[in-house]
C-alpha cells in the first residue's frame, strides 16, 4: 500500500493531525483526525446514516476544505511527502522511508 500525503491542517504547527491521504492505486481517501465522541453528533450523524461497529466519525476542521478538495479533484502533488528523508521528527516510525529503501513496491 502507497498512500500520497496531500495535506494537514494549516493551523497546525506541530506533528499533529488532522491529515489527509490519497491511495495511490485505488484513489481511496483517508482521513486523520479526531475522533468524534460527543454523543449527540453522533446520534445526529446515526439517524441520516448508521454508523456500523466498524466505522468511526472523524472530524477535520474547515480550514482543511482546500486540502479536502485537492485530494477529491486528484490535484494534489502525487507521491508528496510531509516530510523529506531523514527530517522525520519520529525517525523510528517513518515507514515510508523504510519501504523505499527496502524497495518494496
Known amino acids: 500500500m ?3 500525503f496531500v495535506g ?3 493551523n497546525n504547527a506541530t506533528d499533529d493531525c488532522p491529515s489527509v491521504f490519497v491511495d495511490q492505486e485505488t484513489g481511496d481517501f483517508y482521513f486523520q483526525g479526531d475522533t468524534v465522541t460527543d454523543p449527540d453528533v453522533l446520534a ?3 439517524s441520516d446514516s448508521r454508523i456500523k ?3 468511526s466519525v472523524v472530524r477535520l ?3 482543511m476544505a482546500q486540502i479536502i478538495m485537492e485530494a477529491a479533484s486528484g490535484s494534489y502533488e502525487r507521491g ?3 516530510f523529506a528523508e531523514g527530517q522525520h521528527p ?4 517513518d515507514i515510508r522511508t523504510r519501504l523505499e529503501k527496502a524497495d518494496v513496491r
Open 53 to 55: 461497529d466498524t466505522e
Open 8 to 10: 494537514v491542517d494549516p
Open 80 to 82: 508528496k511527502r510531509r
Open 44 to 46: 445526529w450523524i446515526n
Open 61 to 63: 476542521p474547515a480550514a
Open 90 to 93: 519520529r525517525p523510528d516510525e
Open 2 to 4: 502507497r498512500l500520497d
